[in-house]
C-alpha cells in the first residue's frame, strides 16, 4: 500500500512542479508579482513549494510508522482527488484518515497543506503545528512542517516568523544513523 501512495504522491508533485514551471516559464511579463508580495503566490505554488522543502531524505534520519491499509487507501483516494482538483473531495479523504488516527503526524501535514488548497491558512496553521508537535521532528516531514509554517507567516506579513520558521528547516536535518 505505502509503495502505491508515494507512487501517487510523486505523481502529484510532479503534476504541481510541471505546473508550476509551466507559470514561471510564461515569464516576468505575465506575473506582476515581487518577490516581496508572498501574499500573491497562488495556494497551488505554495503547496508545491512545501512539498518540494521536504526534498528526497536520502541519507537522512526519517521516521515512518506502520500503516494501517485503510488509512493508506485513504490517503491514496485524497491524493488523487488533489491531482483531479478535487480539494474538497481530499480533505474528506483525509478528515476520515483522521477519524481513524488522529494523531497521526503525516496525514495532519496532509491535510494542513489542503486546508492551504482550501485558503483554510487559520486550519492548515492548527494542522501543521499540531502535525510538528506529534511527529519525530527530523527529516522530510518535519521541514514541510515548517515549510508550511513559513508560508502562513510569510501570508500574514510576520516576517520575524517566517524567518524562523526557514531557519527551522534546516534543523530538521538529522543524518542517518550508522547500523553495524
Not at 500573491?40 to 534520519?61: H, N, P, Y
Not at 527529516?139 to 501570508?155: D, M
Given at each position: 500500500?505505502?509503495?502505491?501512495?508515494?507512487?501517487?504522491?510523486?505523481?502529484?508533485?510532479?503534476?504541481?512542479?510541471?505546473?508550476?514551471?509551466?507559470?514561471?516559464?510564461?515569464?516576468?511579463?505575465?506575473?506582476?508579482?515581487?518577490?516581496g508580495?508572498?501574499?500573491?503566490?497562488?495556494?497551488?505554488?505554495?503547496?508545491?513549494?512545501?512539498?518540494?522543502?521536504?526534498?528526497?531524505?536520502?541519507?537522512?534520519?526519517?521516521?515512518?510508522?506502520?500503516?494501517d491499509?485503510?488509512?493508506?487507501?485513504?490517503?491514496?483516494?485524497a491524493?488523487?482527488?488533489?491531482?483531479?482538483?478535487?480539494?474538497?473531495?481530499?480533505?474528506?479523504?483525509?478528515?476520515?484518515?483522521?477519524?481513524?488516527?488522529?494523531?497521526?503526524?503525516?496525514?495532519?501535514?496532509?491535510?494542513?497543506?489542503?486546508?492551504?488548497?482550501?485558503?483554510?491558512?487559520?486550519?492548515?496553521?492548527?494542522?501543521?503545528?499540531?502535525?510538528?508537535?506529534?511527529?519525530?521532528?527530523?527529516?522530510?516531514?518535519?521541514?514541510?512542517?515548517?515549510a508550511?509554517?513559513?508560508?502562513?507567516?510569510?501570508?500574514?506579513?510576520?516576517?520575524?516568523?517566517?524567518?524562523?520558521?526557514?531557519?527551522?528547516?534546516?534543523?530538521?536535518?538529522?543524518?542517518?544513523?550508522?547500523?553495524?
Amino acid at each position: 500500500m505505502t509503495l502505491r501512495f508515494r507512487t501517487a504522491h510523486g505523481l502529484l508533485g510532479c503534476i504541481l512542479s510541471t505546473a508550476f514551471l509551466a507559470g514561471c516559464a510564461m515569464g516576468p511579463a505575465s506575473s506582476p508579482r515581487s518577490a516581496g508580495a508572498p501574499a500573491s503566490v497562488s495556494a497551488v505554488e505554495a503547496v508545491t513549494a512545501i512539498r518540494a522543502a521536504a526534498g528526497d531524505g536520502e541519507g537522512e534520519l526519517s521516521v515512518q510508522p506502520l500503516r494501517d491499509g485503510r488509512v493508506e487507501d485513504l490517503r491514496h483516494q485524497a491524493a488523487q482527488q488533489e491531482a483531479a482538483g478535487d480539494v474538497a473531495g481530499a480533505a474528506a479523504r483525509l478528515d476520515e484518515a483522521l477519524a481513524i488516527v488522529p494523531e497521526d503526524p503525516a496525514i495532519l501535514q496532509e491535510r494542513a497543506e489542503v486546508a492551504i488548497l482550501q485558503g483554510d491558512t487559520a486550519t492548515a496553521d492548527r494542522l501543521a503545528q499540531r502535525a510538528y508537535a506529534l511527529g519525530s521532528q527530523v527529516g522530510p516531514l518535519c521541514r514541510r512542517h515548517w515549510a508550511t509554517l513559513q508560508h502562513l507567516r510569510q501570508r500574514q506579513g510576520d516576517d520575524a516568523g517566517a524567518a524562523q520558521a526557514q531557519a527551522q528547516i534546516e534543523g530538521c536535518r538529522v543524518g542517518a544513523l550508522d547500523r553495524f
